[in-house]
C-alpha cells in the first residue's frame, strides 16, 4: 500500500540522515530503537529513580540532582511549541523538573542557603502557583533569614491565588507557619 511504502520511504531517509543503519531495527514485534539509540527522556527518568528516597542527600545526590535540574531546565527549539503532542511530554519534563527543584531547595534550605532556596521555589511558583509545598519551603526561607513580613506577605499572596483559583484556603500547619488564621 502507499502507506507502508511511505513509512518505509521515511525509515530509509531517517536512517541516512542519521547515517546509522541499526538506529532503528526490525524485530518480530514491528520496529524498535537499535541498543546504541540514546533517548535523554529515558536517561533522564532512570538516573532519578535511585535519587528519589527520603533520606537527606548527601553531596553526591546534591550533585546528581543539580545536573539534573539543569538539563531539565534547557529549553526547547521554538518549534516545539506547536507540536500539540509534545504537550505531555513538555508537562512531564516541568513536573521532573519541580520535583528536583523541590529537593534542591529544601536542601539549600537545610544548608542554609534561603536565597537559592527562594530562587528554586520561585521556578516551581511559576509552574504551579497552587504548589504547597514549594509555598512552604518559600515561608521557611524567608522566617530563617529573619524576614516575617515577607513570610506573611508570600502566605498572603498564596492565600489570595487559592482562593481565587480553587475556593480553598491553606492548610492550617501553613497558616500556623506564619502565625495566620484561616
Known amino acids: 500500500s502507499a ?3 511511505a513509512y518505509h520511504v521515511c525509515l530509509h531517509r531517517l536512517k541516512s540522515r542519521l547515517g546509522d543503519e541499526n538506529a532503528v531495527v526490525r524485530t518480530r514485534e514491528g520496529y524498535r530503537l537499535g541498543n546504541d539509540v540514546r533517548v535523554d527522556l529515558w536517561e533522564i527518568d532512570r538516573a532519578l529513580g535511585p535519587l528519589r528516597t527520603s533520606e537527606p542527600p548527601d553531596a553526591r545526590r546534591v550533585a546528581a540532582l543539580r545536573e539534573l535540574h539543569d538539563r531539565l531546565r534547557a529549553s526547547r527549539p521554538p518549534k516545539f511549541e506547536a507540536w500539540e503532542w509534545f504537550e505531555q511530554t513538555e508537562r512531564h519534563l516541568r513536573e521532573l523538573r519541580c520535583e528536583v527543584a523541590q529537593t534542591l531547595a529544601k536542601h539549600a534550605l537545610e544548608d542554609g542557603r534561603t536565597q537559592d532556596a527562594l530562587a528554586l521555589c520561585h521556578e516551581m511558583i511559576a509552574y504551579d502557583s497552587c504548589d ?4 512552604e519551603i518559600a515561608i521557611r526561607a524567608f522566617l530563617a533569614s529573619g524576614d516575617r513580613a515577607a513570610a506573611l506577605r508570600h502566605f498572603r499572596q498564596y492565600r489570595d491565588v487559592l482562593m481565587s483559583e480553587l475556593q480553598c484556603e491553606p ?6 507557619l506564619v502565625g495566620a488564621t484561616s
Open 3 to 5: 502507506a507502508r511504502n
Open 132 to 135: 504547597e509545598p514549594a509555598r
Open 171 to 176: 492548610s492550617d500547619a501553613l497558616a500556623a
